[in-house]
C-alpha cells in the first residue's frame, strides 16, 4: 500500500516495530527524536533536531568513521543553541575545509575513549573530594564536578557546559547532552607559529589517544550511504587552518586565505553567513552555511552526498532550516529515519534539476512562456513551475501548487547552481 506525501508529511505518523520501541524506552528523547540504543553514536546524532550543526561538523571533520567504531566512546554533545552562542561566524569558519584540524580539535575535546555514564561520573568525583580531572582524545583536561544533581564541565579556559540530558546509550558508548561547547586551551604561541591554532597539536593529540590518523573521508559514510572518499569524489585535500576560536567574551575567530579562495568567493553572494566558493561543489558548500545544516544532514542521511559532488552540472533549489522549520512537527525527525530513506531521497531529487540554470534564465523562460510559467522536469520526476514576479524575483510551485521565493539566486558551484528558497518542495 502506498499513501501520498502529502498525507504523510501533513499526519507526520511512522510504524515502528517493537523491538525499536523497547530500545527506544532505554533512552530519553533528544531534539524530538527517539533514542536508540541498538544504533551508534552517528546514527542517533542524526536524528536529533537539535544537534544539525554537530553532526555537520563530525561530517567536515571527517570523524564520522570513527564515532561509528566499536569504542566504546563518550560524547559530550553540544546542542545548535551551544554552536549558537559562539562568536558571530566561529561555526562557519571552522566547517571550512581548510580548518578541518582546528574543527577537529575542537570536537576531540567532547570524547572520552571510554563509556562514562552519569554515575561513573558521579562516582569519579565523590572520590575526588568534589572535582575530578579527565583527559579527552584531543588532550584536552575537563574539570567535572557535581551541583544541584547536574554535572558541569570547565575546560582550560574556564568555560562551564552543563549536561542537560544524561545517559543516552549507543551501541558503542553514550552521549552526554551539553548546553556549552567545549574550547581547547589557547594557545597564542601556536597562532604565531602557524601550528593547530586552537591547541598546537592535532594530529599528535589523536594519535596519542589511539585514535589514529584521520582517513581522507571529509564525508565519511552514514549508515552504509556509499558516499565516496573524498579523492574519489574529486574533493580538494585539506590543509592547516590558521584560525583560532573562543567565546564570546573570548578570542575572536581568524582566518587567512589566499587569492585563489578570495576570487573564488568574489563570484558568489554569501549563504548562511559563510562565503560560498565556485571552485566548491555543492555539498562542500552547503556544509558551510550555517542555515542549510538540515539540508546537509538530510543529503547524508538519502545517501545523496556523492551525487551531489559528482561532475552534473546540477541546478539545486536549496531550502534553508527555517523552510524545513514550516513542516508539520515531527516531520523531518521522521523523514531522517532510516525506514523512511526513500521518502526522504524523493523529497530531496525533488529540489535538484539536471543542467546549469541560472536565475536570469528562469526568469527570462517563464516571462517567454504563454502561460507565465516555466515548466521543468527534477532529477526525481516531480515537475516543477518557474514564475517571474516582478524584476529578478522568481518562485518556484511544487506538483501541490505551493509557491516558494528564491531569496539567494545564482550561487555558482563547481559543478552546478544553488538558488536558496524559502520553503521545501513536495512531490505528490
Do not use: W, Y
Not at 552521549?175 to 594530529?203: C, F, Q, S, W, Y
Not at 524545513?324 to 525533488?350: H, M, Q, Y
Amino acid at each position: 500500500m502506498s499513501i501520498s506525501f502529502r498525507a504523510a508529511l501533513m499526519t507526520a505518523t511512522i510504524f515502528v516495530a517493537a523491538p525499536a520501541i523497547a530500545q527506544a524506552a532505554d533512552n530519553p528523547m533528544v531534539g524530538g527524536a527517539q533514542m536508540l540504543a541498538e544504533r551508534n553514536i552517528v546514527e542517533n546524532a542524526m536524528e536529533s533536531a537539535d544537534h544539525t550543526t554537530l553532526v555537520a561538523a563530525l561530517q567536515a571533520a571527517g570523524l564520522v568513521d570513527t564515532l561509528q567504531g566499536e569504542g566504546p566512546f563518550t560524547v559530550f554533545a553540544p546542542t545548535n543553541a551551544a554552536f549558537d552562542a559562539l562568536p558571530a561566524g566561529t561555526v562557519e569558519t571552522l566547517l571550512m575545509p581548510e580548518n578541518v584540524d582546528a574543527l577537529t580539535e575542537v570536537l576531540t575535546c567532547h570524547v572520552l575513549d571510554t563509556k562514562a555514564t552519569a554515575a561513573i561520573i558521579g562516582g569519579m568525583i565523590d572520590d575526588g573530594d568534589g572535582v575530578h580531572t579527565v583527559e579527552t582524545l584531543g588532550g584536552c583536561m575537563l574539570e567535572v564536578r557535581s551541583s544541584n544533581g547536574m554535572i558541569t564541565l570547565t575546560d582550560e579556559n574556564g568555560g562551564s557546559a552543563t549536561v542537560t540530558i544524561a545517559d543516552v546509550m549507543q551501541s558503542n558508548g553514550v552521549i552526554h547532552v551539553v548546553d556549552a561547547v567545549i574550547l581547547p586551551k589557547e594557545d597564542d604561541t601556536a597562532m604565531n607559529t602557524g601550528r593547530d591554532p586552537v591547541r598546537g597539536a592535532g594530529t599528535a593529540a589523536r594519535s596519542e589517544a589511539g585514535m589514529g590518523a584521520r582517513s581522507e573521508t571529509g564525508m565519511a559514510p552514514v549508515r552504509d550511504t556509499g558516499m565516496a572518499p573524498r579523492s574519489e569524489a574529486g574533493m580538494p585535500p585539506r590543509s592547516e587552518s590558521s584560525m583560532s576560536v573562543g567565546r564570546d567574551t573570548g578570542t575572536e575567530s581568524r582566518m587567512t586565505t589566499g587569492s585563489t579562495t578570495a576570487s573564488a568567493a568574489s563570484d558568489n553572494p554569501m549563504v548562511g553567513g559563510a562565503a560560498m566558493m565556485s571552485n566548491r561543489d555543492i555539498v562542500e558548500n552547503a556544509m558551510n552555511s550555517s542555515d542549510h545544516t538540515t539540508l546537509v544532514a538530510a543529503v547524508q542521511a538519502a545517501g545523496l552526498v556523492e551525487t551531489l559532488q559528482g561532475d552534473g552540472p546540477f541546478t539545486v533549489f536549496a531550502p534553508t532550516n527555517a523552510a524545513f522549520d514550516k513542516l508539520p512537527a515531527g516531520t523531518v525527525e521522521n523523514l531522517l529515519l532510516e525506514e523512511n530513506r526513500d521518502d526522504l531521497s524523493n523529497i530531496l531529487t525533488s529540489h535538484v534539476v539536471a543542467g546549469n540554470i541560472s536565475g536570469a534564465d528562469l526568469e527570462a523562460m517563464a516571462r517567454a512562456s504563454s502561460d507565465g510559467f516555466h515548466h521543468f522536469e527534477t532529477v526525481s520526476g516531480a515537475k516543477l513551475s518557474a514564475q517571474a514576479q516582478g524584476a529578478g524575483e522568481v518562485s518556484i510551485f511544487d506538483e501541490n501548487g505551493n509557491a516558494h521565493r528564491i531569496t539567494i539566486a545564482d550561487v555558482n558551484q563547481s559543478n552546478g547552481v544553488i538558488h536558496v528558497v524559502d520553503g521545501v518542495l513536495l512531490p505528490r
